[in-house]
């Protein structure tokens, strides 16, 4: 485990370097094929600082960052919570951070926040099926493969993952 690393909620002033890291992932993710332009283009502009400064204000939400020094180097953005599900819009992390365990704590924090919440009893999210390393992540965190989404949305084909809270 990298040391000197420390997970906790976003704050409007982390916005800069929270996109920063979106700006690097995204397009990662789009030249290896695991999404299209098209949607890697509307997160970026859906994210860009001055809205993602009006998420991380808005009731309800849970964004999460790990951080070195002061700078964002993991992501979990989670904002709709519908009858007792919580969905995770994204979970990434710095290429040069990956598999020391950054991932998997900031969605043991996101789990331990969502089961102090009573009326959650369930999280879910998606990863596009050709993400082997989101497979592998989620199956190794307990999450089940619940369902196949082909030409979903931007004609992304999703798997859809849950783990059940209580
Ligand atoms: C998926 C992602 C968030 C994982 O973050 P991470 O910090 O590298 O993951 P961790 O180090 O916490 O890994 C936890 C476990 O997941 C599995 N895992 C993670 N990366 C893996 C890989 N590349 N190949 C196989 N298994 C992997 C392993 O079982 C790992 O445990 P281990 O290292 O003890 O074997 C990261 O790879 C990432 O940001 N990818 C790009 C964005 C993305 O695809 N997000 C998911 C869809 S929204």
């Known amino acids: 485990m990298k040391q000197g690393i420390v997970v906790r909620k976003l704050k409007p002033n982390d916005a800069v370097t929270a996109y920063a890291l979106m700006r690097s992932v995204l397009p990662e993710l789009m030249h290896r094929g695991l999404y299209s332009r098209e949607s ?18 808005k009731k309800g939400g849970v964004l999460l960052g790990a951080f070195e020094g002061k700078t964002a180097v993991g992501l979990l953005l989670a904002f709709s919570e519908y009858g007792g599900l919580i969905n995770i819009d994204w ?61 979903w949305c931007f004609h992304e084909n999703r798997y859809v993952w849950v783990k059940k809270l209580r």
């Open 91 to 151: 979970l990434m992390v710095d290429s040069n951070y990956r598999r020391m365990g950054i991932g998997e704590r900031l969605l043991k924090r996101f789990e331990m926040n969502s089961r102090k919440r009573k009326a959650l009893h369930r999280i879910y999210t998606d990863s596009e099926m050709s993400n082997k390393t989101a497979f592998s992540f989620y199956r190794k965190m307990g999450y089940e493969n619940v369902a196949t989404l082909k030409d």
């Open 40 to 57: 890697i283009g509307y997160d970026l502009g859906d994210y860009r600082p001055r809205n993602f400064v009006r998420y991380i204000k």
